[in-house]
């Protein structure tokens, strides 16, 4: 078997590759790119990659991430996004890959009483969520697809929630911290496992992919505080406090994230453990130097 990753320089592809070789799959079997190597939104480049490779799985990983920034650059987070996929997803196709791809809770609104399961209806309320809903449609072209949602990623090649709470906790008694959006953090070593999982089976469709459990951000901020014995205290805030407070213009983000996970049971796959074992489990690596 042969694997191409894109969005290697993210968090999640740095992991999906490490799970591959922990696995034994052999380093030539492996190709693990980002931009520099083959820019999605070059049609002509990504063909030529792809079909001189010819993998049997793509993991789908590049993509448009800064939520509030895509606000502004509707045209280019719609290049990236989108129009990447499809390029990505139409060579996917020429080579007979199955594709993975990775999409977000923001394809929801976030007003639903109860949990999000994976065939309720979408009402993106961001141009991030709108183009990664978009990518959706695209890849579901591909019959050899798997579609996984997730939130709250966290790993260790990147910036993420805990990296960037621990530094403010260095100089900072106390943090504001939005206390009324629910979800679920993501460890991608976790998610990395899953999707290794899946793309050796034909369980093809549509996934809630994250760590069991549900928080605030700003119950995750004391969680991560508590472990490193931080001192720093947490007030909770509302979205619209915490806005007015830093003065700060924001992209929509949904308030009630929990996603419905039950068709990873369905089809025989492990859930992900719970985000707090997660979250201790990051943290060490963070405290050995990334190991």
């Given at each position: 078997?042969?694997?191409?990753?894109?969005?290697?320089?993210?968090?999640?592809?740095?992991?999906?590759?490490?799970?591959?070789?922990?696995?034994?799959?052999?380093?030539?079997?492996?190709?693990?790119?980002d931009?520099?190597?083959?820019?999605?939104?070059?049609?002509?480049?990504?063909?030529?990659?792809?079909?001189?490779f010819?993998?049997?799985v793509?993991?789908?990983?590049a993509a448009?991430?800064?939520?509030?920034?895509a606000?502004?650059?509707?045209?280019?987070?719609?290049?990236?996004?989108?129009?990447?996929?499809?390029?990505?997803?139409?060579?996917?196709?020429?080579?007979?890959?199955?594709?993975?791809?990775?999409?977000?809770?923001?394809?929801?609104?976030?007003?639903?009483?109860?949990?999000?399961?994976?065939?309720?209806?979408?009402?993106p309320?961001?141009v991030?969520?709108?183009?990664?809903?978009?990518?959706?449609?695209?890849?579901r072209?591909?019959?050899?697809?798997?579609?996984?949602?997730?939130?709250?990623?966290?790993g260790?090649?990147?910036?993420?929630?805990?990296?960037?709470?621990?530094?403010?906790?260095?100089?900072?008694?106390?943090?504001?911290?939005?206390a009324?959006?629910?979800?679920?953090?993501?460890?991608?070593?976790?998610?990395?496992?899953?999707?290794?999982?899946?793309?050796?089976?034909?369980?093809?469709?549509?996934?809630?992919?994250?760590?069991?459990?549900?928080?605030?951000?700003?119950d995750?901020?004391?969680?991560?505080?508590?472990?490193?014995?931080?001192?720093?205290?947490?007030?909770?805030v509302?979205?619209?406090?915490?806005?007015?407070?830093?003065?700060?213009?924001?992209?929509?983000r949904?308030?009630?994230?929990?996603?419905?996970?039950?068709?990873?049971?369905?089809?025989?796959?492990?859930?992900?453990?719970?985000?707090?074992?997660?979250?201790?489990?990051?943290?060490?690596?963070?405290?050995?130097?990334?190991?």
């Amino acid at each position: 078997m042969k694997y191409l990753i894109t969005g290697y320089n993210g968090q999640l592809g740095y992991d999906i590759k490490n799970e591959l070789l922990k696995r034994g799959v052999f380093k030539d079997d492996i190709l693990a790119i980002d931009k520099d190597e083959m820019d999605i939104t070059d049609r002509e480049q990504v063909f030529n990659v792809i079909k001189d490779f010819s993998p049997d799985v793509i993991f789908h990983c590049a993509a448009w991430t800064a939520v509030d920034k895509a606000e502004d650059n509707k045209e280019l987070v719609n290049l990236v996004n989108v129009i990447g996929t499809r390029n990505v997803v139409d060579a996917s196709i020429e080579v007979g890959a199955k594709i993975l791809y990775m999409s977000t809770d923001y394809v929801f609104d976030g007003t639903k009483d109860g949990i999000y399961l994976v065939d309720d209806r979408v009402n993106p309320k961001s141009v991030y969520g709108m183009t990664k809903y978009l990518g959706e449609e695209e890849v579901r072209r591909n019959p050899k697809h798997f579609i996984t949602r997730i939130s709250w990623v966290f790993g260790i090649n990147g910036n993420n929630f805990i990296k960037t709470m621990l530094k403010l906790s260095e100089n900072h008694e106390s943090l504001n911290v939005v206390a009324d959006q629910i979800g679920s953090p993501t460890y991608t070593v976790d998610l990395a496992r899953l999707l290794v999982d899946m793309s050796s089976t034909e369980k093809y469709g549509t996934y809630h992919a994250t760590n069991e459990g549900y928080c605030s951000w700003a119950d995750f901020a004391e969680y991560i505080f508590k472990i490193n014995n931080k001192d720093t205290k947490v007030n909770k805030v509302t979205t619209e406090e915490y806005l007015n407070l830093t003065n700060t213009k924001q992209a929509y983000r949904p308030k009630n994230s929990k996603l419905d996970k039950s068709k990873l049971d369905e089809n025989g796959f492990d859930r992900l453990p719970s985000w707090k074992d997660a979250t201790e489990r990051f943290c060490k690596v963070l405290k050995n130097g990334g190991k």
